[in-house]
């Protein structure tokens, strides 16, 4: 209990938004993608990369690498292979479709495609005739059937009740999406109540309606009109939906639609609670696995630095920083993820001491820093001024015995330079670079780079960095 | 009234004779300079550097070897300078720098009416590389800085 507490503990509300924004983005791509070859390669790539960790962890090595690039491959074939359909699904729907709508799968059921073809002959007034047998048998009421067997189809309805068709004017029997038997005679009602302008077609559907639990339909040839005939009612239907409505209670569809509505309810609940599943799982290899630790040296980063002042010094370049997180992250962070940043905003001129902590350090989410070392380093600012400042040349070596270098003019003898004002105030000479001597053997003319101590002081951009020395030599008495 | 006046004529007559007194004193201990650099004539009473070398030596108040590199070999390196005029008896320093860096300040004392005097540091290893003297007064001011170094 007291582990369950403190691992509650333990979870931050950025965890939660984490897993709760990437399970939605999971579950929006199977709602996107479900029924299309792409979500079934998807998850083809899925058990890939599941059965590619099962062999890194039983060590199987060349089965480990050789998923490894199959899933790599395969991403780019997905891309490729796939494009137009990605595309399509993508193009096919509206920002907000994509982003939180259903779209429920369009399945014209048989009643459907009946419905719209009855419409579609009454519209050319063509005569028909379909039965939708009920719970009871029918044999024994009608003649003559030719078996068809043929799935239901507008075009098909419509052949069959074609004028020159040879069974046009016999019956076509429809259970469940199959036309059963077409061609076939019905009993005929001996009714007397039945409007005189009805025909044939008319006293045979309710013939067979009266008889038996069967639905009739009947396309009036002459009026261009459906009727639906069940038991011992005959009536005008002249609404589709109405027809529909009368199909679906008779061959009990409705709680076929209920039940598919409720299937695919529960698919897409699946498919939630997978995606938690999946992103928590992944959340809990990235964040919660094995502790590892690693140590990165970064260079330090400084900011909003007084535009007038310039780092003359820092005591360090780069801290090291040792760093602690789940295996999965440290091995998939690289140090281009790590900064360290110094705000300089209240630094002042002369040496400055910052202490490095956890709020300096931009890291990856999930990596901790453990250590930072040096913890505290000392930046040096100061204001920049120009001055200027004398040469001297730095002679080295061993001149002849016998000859004295007794003078030496510098081309210029001063030069300015830029550093900072603390700086500066200690520098009264710039020297040269060494210059030997020991070759000199009589007066002559050098020139030399100037050796700017320390590194960061600079040449003014209009004074010359090259120093033309023109020396005299003289034999020594 | 006045034995009044008589006291202030004594009291005069007095103070003239000290002034007689003092300015013979100082014109002769200006003469053996003199003898020195005959050329020195003080125009302006304003103390006034007229040469100033890093030698190897002094040899009776002539520098020897005046040069601006010197070897280590020789042991010793001086600062010669030459002040005409000198108006008065003073001070000056001799800052020697390695490196930018203060290493010794030698005060040399100038007597009137001209004076020439010098410095030296002993070398050793340490001292290779640039060097300079700077010459200055009492008060700071900086007369001359004469660069050299010392090498192998």
């Known amino acids: ?477 | 009234m006045s034995s009044i006046s008589c006291r202030i004529c004594k009291k005069l007559s007095i103070f003239l004779f000290v002034l007689l007194c003092i300015d013979f004193f100082l014109s002769s201990q200006a003469l053996p300079q003199n003898n020195g650099n005959p050329l020195s004539t003080p125009v302006s009473k304003k103390l006034t550097l007229v040469e100033a070398a890093m030698c190897e030596g002094i040899k009776e108040y002539i520098p020897q070897n005046e040069a601006i590199v010197f070897s280590m070999t020789i042991g010793k390196v001086s600062c010669f300078t030459s002040f005409d005029p000198v108006p008065e008896k003073t001070f000056i320093y001799h800052n020697w720098f390695f490196r930018d860096k203060l290493s010794t300040r030698i005060k040399l004392s100038l007597q009137p009416p001209c004076w020439s005097t010098f410095s030296s540091i002993q070398l050793r290893e340490a001292d290779k590389g640039p060097w300079r003297v700077e010459v200055i007064d009492q008060k700071g001011n900086v007369f001359d800085t004469i660069r050299f170094s010392i090498t192998d």
């Open chain 1, 1 to 477: 209990m007291n582990t369950l507490l403190h691992f509650l503990s333990t979870i931050r509300w950025q965890d939660i938004v984490d897993i709760t924004l990437n399970s939605y983005i999971l579950f929006r791509l199977y709602v996107l993608f479900r029924g299309t070859n792409v979500f079934r390669v998807l998850v083809g790539m899925a058990f890939l990369w599941f059965f590619q960790r099962i062999a890194v962890s039983i060590g199987l090595i060349v089965t480990s690498w050789a998923v490894q690039g199959i899933t790599a491959v395969a991403a780019l074939i997905i891309i490729v292979v796939f494009r137009n359909e990605i595309r399509s699904v993508l193009q096919a729907k509206n920002l907000g479709a994509i982003l939180w709508g259903f779209s429920h799968k369009t399945v014209s059921s048989p009643i459907e495609i009946v419905v719209d073809s009855v419409y579609e002959l009454a519209r050319r007034r063509n005569g028909a005739l379909i039965v939708f047998p009920g719970k009871e048998n029918l044999e024994e009421m009608v003649q003559s059937g030719i078996r068809w067997r043929g799935l239901v189809s507008k075009e098909m309805i419509m052949s069959i009740f074609w004028h020159d068709n040879p069974v046009h004017d016999g019956a076509a029997i429809i259970q469940g999406n199959q036309v059963i038997e077409v061609g076939v005679i019905l009993p005929l009602s001996n009714r007397t109540d039945l409007p005189s302008h009805y025909g044939t077609r008319h006293r045979a559907a309710a013939g067979l309606s009266e008889a038996t639990d069967a639905l009739v339909i009947v396309v009036s040839e002459e009026r261009g009109n459906v009727l639906v005939a069940k038991g011992s009612h005959v009536s005008v239907v002249n609404r589709k939906e109405e027809l529909a409505q009368i199909l679906h209670e008779h061959v009990g569809v409705t709680a076929t639609q209920w039940g598919y509505l409720r299937k695919e309810r529960l698919g897409l609940g699946i498919a939630v609670v997978g995606s938690i599943l999946f992103i928590t799982g992944v959340w809990f290899s990235f964040t919660r696995g094995l502790e590892t630790l690693t140590t990165f040296e970064i260079p330090i980063e400084y900011m909003n630095r007084d535009p007038g002042m310039e780092i003359l010094d820092t005591s360090v370049n780069a801290v090291r920083l040792h760093l602690s997180g789940s295996g999965a992250l440290i091995k998939s962070m690289g140090p281009e993820q790590v900064r360290v940043r110094l705000d300089l905003s209240k630094a002042v001129v002369g040496p400055n001491t910052f202490t490095i902590t956890p709020e300096n350090v931009d890291l990856p989410p999930g990596v901790f820093v453990k250590r930072v070392e040096p913890p505290v380093l000392e930046v040096t600012l100061d204001i920049p001024i120009k001055r200027e400042v004398p040469i001297q040349v730095d002679w080295v070596g061993k001149l002849p015995e016998h000859l004295i270098l007794v003078k030496a003019k510098l081309d210029p003898e001063k030069i300015e330079v830029i550093g900072g004002t603390g700086q500066l105030k200690d520098i009264s000479t710039i020297y040269t670079q060494k210059v030997p001597i020991d070759h000199i053997k009589k007066t002559g003319a050098i020139t030399v780079n100037l050796a700017l101590h320390p590194a960061s002081l600079k040449i003014a951009p209009d004074s010359e960095d090259k120093i033309a020395v023109r020396y005299v030599v003289k034999e020594r008495l």
